[in-house]
């Protein structure tokens, strides 16, 4: 049995990138995403024909809780054998945003594309990838693999480093989670109940899905499976700063490259994704993986230490229990 490895987002940038590395180490791909029609597209473009006929396309669009039951429900019944790793990587960034855009549920969209729907889609694969083959054949090489969940994380999102703390507009703060408690519907657009900012409210989303990573760490035992997270580095020049101005867009990556020395390429970030969810020696559990902040070659990969405010038990507890009830879990 070939390995099955299943990952949102892959019509541009990191997951599109991380497609050509995971079909090299040998994995069938469940390619999951808001457009088939665009995602085979390019996926036709950028990998071979023998390479796409080992991607499978789903489509669901993670703002809408009701799709990824759907197309849960599509994976669960298409596909005979169980996912061994699961890659959470689409999103979404707007940070011009004067009002919030609401999901189809009518949540703040960010934190509903980011956090809800791959907490849902987590939740409703979860035992699925339990059940999964200890034992798959990889390139024609009998291998033991533990089940993995990789979810990416973001520099923004921990305030144990620098990039973590910035204050424009304000550092990822899920605060005493009001805004979840109260149901998060408008007017509330943010988790801890205050203004709307844009930009923070992609931070906090990320911020979710790292506390996520700290929880499911807990609640599964590691003998069961690995969760982890990882930062693959500044990968400026995707599309996930399309909303950003102009000026932004094109100073950024140059910042990114001869100042900070931070930015990473996008191949590059992709084969990092690929092997942190599918490679030995990453599969450590809780851990949030990283390259560091300003790159260099050679350097290998090491557990980032991360902020109070993703790895307190009481917050992650929280954010995890109200995040249930709010996708309709509980
Ligand atoms: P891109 O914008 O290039 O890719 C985002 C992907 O998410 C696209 O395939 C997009 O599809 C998909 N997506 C967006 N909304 C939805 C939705 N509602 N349903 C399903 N899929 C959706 O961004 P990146 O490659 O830069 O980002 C990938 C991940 O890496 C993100 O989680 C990001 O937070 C993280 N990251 C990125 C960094 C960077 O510097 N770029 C740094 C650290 C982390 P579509 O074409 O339909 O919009």
């Known amino acids: ?32 995403n808001r457009s088939n029609k665009r995602a085979i597209k390019i996926a036709e473009e950028s990998l071979t024909k023998e ?9 669901i669009d993670l703002s809408n809780l009701d799709d990824v039951r759907k197309g849960c429900d599509e994976i669960l019944e298409r596909f005979k054998k169980p996912i061994n ?6 999103a ?17 969209n960010s934190m509903a594309v980011n956090h809800f729907g791959h907490f849902l889609m987590i939740n409703l694969l979860m035992e699925n990838i339990l059940s999964s083959e200890r034992e798959i054949v990889l390139n024609g090489k009998s291998t033991l693999f533990k ?8 520099v923004t999102a921990n305030y144990s480093e620098l990039g973590g703390r910035i ?21 509330i657009s943010m988790a801890n109940g205050k203004k709307f900012k844009p930009g923070k409210a992609y931070k906090d989303s990320k911020l979710c899905n790292m506390v996520t990573v700290q929880e499911l760490s807990k609640r599964y035992p590691a003998e069961e499976i690995i969760v982890n997270s990882l ?3 500044c990968v400026a020049d995707t599309k996930l700063f399309r909303d950003t101005p102009w000026l932004f867009r094109f100073l950024f990556p140059i910042f990114q490259k001869f100042i900070t020395r931070g930015y990473v390429s996008q191949r590059l970030a992709g084969e990092r994704v ?27 990969a090491f557990s980032q230490k991360l902020s109070k405010r993703i790895i307190d038990a009481n917050t992650s507890k929280k954010t995890y229990d109200l995040t249930k009830l709010l996708v309709g879990l509980d």
């Open 92 to 108: 979404v960034y707007k940070p011009r945003l004067k009002r919030p855009e609401r999901s189809p549920q009518g949540f703040e």
């Open 147 to 154: 089940p993995r969940i990789t979810v990416l994380g973001t």
């Open 167 to 187: 204050p424009i507009p304000a550092p990822a703060d899920l605060g005493d989670l009001s805004g979840f408690k109260n149901g998060f519907l408008s007017p």
């Open 51 to 59: 390479e796409v006929k080992n991607v499978h396309f789903i489509e």
């Open 274 to 300: 690929a092997k942190v969810a599918t490679y030995k020696e990453f599969a450590k559990p809780s851990v949030h993986w990283s390259w560091g902040n300003r790159q260099k070659t050679g350097r290998k």
């Open 1 to 32: 049995i070939k390995g099955l490895v299943l990952i949102t987002g892959t019509t541009s940038g990191v997951g599109l990138n991380t497609l050509k590395p995971l079909l090299r180490f040998g994995w069938e791909v469940i390619a999951v």
């Open 85 to 90: 790793s699961l890659i959470c990587n689409a």
């Open 231 to 233: 930062y693959p580095g």
